[in-house]
């Protein structure tokens, strides 16, 4: 088996510091030491003291509280809702075929639209002419915008346009079944999607991304990283899910691979 030469990784760390999701969803990661742990693997071996113990040190341990969709994830057809346009349940990350993951890749170049932009099926079609490439049924596409330069920022969750209803069901249609960005969210962020719906009140520009997946479920990355030292194609993208029963979503180690 021919190993690659060269893996990126593109996903993000998770971590208390980082400004990367709104307050209402960020995660809690608890850190206990091996010294802290010593008393607790004692008690599972009547008579053994801390002190019997290499440094006097046990296991190292994190306690977690996330949401399925913090950090670098994969979005799962039912999270964008319960059931299909023709009345089916929307498939659960744990359900999902797992060759979808592993894949080759092609990357759009969208950093120099504009924060909030809504990218079209012209837009998708125009990037993959300049790049001089034809999709094939399940590429793996990945969109660079410019919020992957806000990363840590708190104008993260307000950078880079988004991807809409129609270029994600254009997508859709050539056999693209999982594609990723860089920004907080495959749609537009919210707060220019506000700015618009109050414009407009047409609840038709609400989460249309997203929402794309009801008539053809699909999945997709959100918070990916690095996505500007890929090239635009010629790469392989491994993005397994986590297994989570029943879940809208799983944590992924998304990397690019490089023959």
């Given at each position: ?46 008579g053994l003291k801390p002190e019997d113990l290499p440094g006097g040190e046990a296991w190292a341990l994190e306690y977690v509280t996330l949401t399925t969709h913090n950090g670098t994830h994969m979005d799962a057809p039912y999270h964008y809702n319960s059931r299909d346009a023709r009345g089916n349940p929307m498939p ?168």
């Amino acid at each position: 088996m021919k190993m690659p030469s060269r893996i990126v990784d593109i996903s993000q760390p998770l971590d208390n510091e980082t400004v990367v999701d709104p307050p209402f969803m960020r995660p809690s990661i608890r850190y206990t030491t091996g010294k802290e742990n010593a008393a607790l693997m004692c008690e599972l071996f009547p008579g053994l003291k801390p002190e019997d113990l290499p440094g006097g040190e046990a296991w190292a341990l994190e306690y977690v509280t996330l949401t399925t969709h913090n950090g670098t994830h994969m979005d799962a057809p039912y999270h964008y809702n319960s059931r299909d346009a023709r009345g089916n349940p929307m498939p659960t990350i744990d359900q999902m075929p797992l060759d979808w993951y592993f894949r080759p890749g092609v990357k759009l170049d969208f950093r120099h639209l504009d924060d909030g932009y809504v990218a079209t099926a012209a837009d998708v079609q125009a990037e993959l002419s300049r790049i001089g490439y034809r999709l094939q049924p399940l590429d793996i596409v990945l969109v660079n915008t410019r919020a992957g330069d806000m990363y840590g920022t708190a104008d993260y969750i307000h950078s880079g346009c988004g991807v809409g209803r129609e270029a994600t069901h254009w997508l859709i249609e050539q056999g693209v079944r999982v594609t990723g960005i860089d920004g907080w969210s495959w749609d537009a962020p919210f707060s220019k999607t506000l700015e618009r719906w109050l414009a407009t009140r047409d609840p038709r520009i609400v989460w249309e991304g997203h929402y794309a997946g009801i008539d053809t479920p699909y999945c997709h990355m959100e918070k990916l990283r690095h996505l500007e030292t890929l090239p635009p194609f010629g790469f392989s993208v491994a993005c397994f899910p986590c297994k989570i029963k029943a879940a809208s979503g799983g944590w992924t180690r998304a990397v690019a691979m490089f023959d």
